[in-house]
């Protein structure tokens, strides 16, 4: 199915998530909401000089939930992913539907 601009707007708006460290702000993408898992790149959670931050907050429209950082890559260079979990997102939030094809290989740091 193809969408407009505008419907792939609103069906998918609340699927993106503002996610904020003391370092700063970043985007993120829920992808399995059961679960709260909600995808980002290493660098909104990262912290100055090395590692990560544990947990940060979430917003999804004017809602603002916990996540604790799952795992994140070691090397923003190379894998500039995070994997963060969630709770108490709002009844409204939505997940993007991911198709992904082949696989996904690179080291993540566990926290």
Not at 63 to 77: C, E, K, P, R
């Amino acid at each position: 199915m193809k969408y407009t601009a505008r419907q792939l707007f609103d069906k998918e708006r609340y699927s993106v998530c503002k996610v904020s460290t003391a370092g700063g702000t970043g985007t993120g993408y829920i992808v399995n909401l059961d679960d709260g898992i909600i995808i980002t790149n290493a660098h909104v959670i990262g912290r100055q000089g090395g590692g990560a931050y544990e947990s940060c907050t979430v917003e999804v429209g004017s809602s603002s939930s916990l996540a604790a950082v799952l795992a994140y890559g070691q090397s923003v260079s190379s894998t500039d992913f995070a994997i963060l979990r969630a709770w108490n997102l709002p009844s409204y939030a939505t997940e993007v539907k991911l198709q992904l094809r082949g696989v996904v290989n690179f080291p993540l740091a566990r926290h």
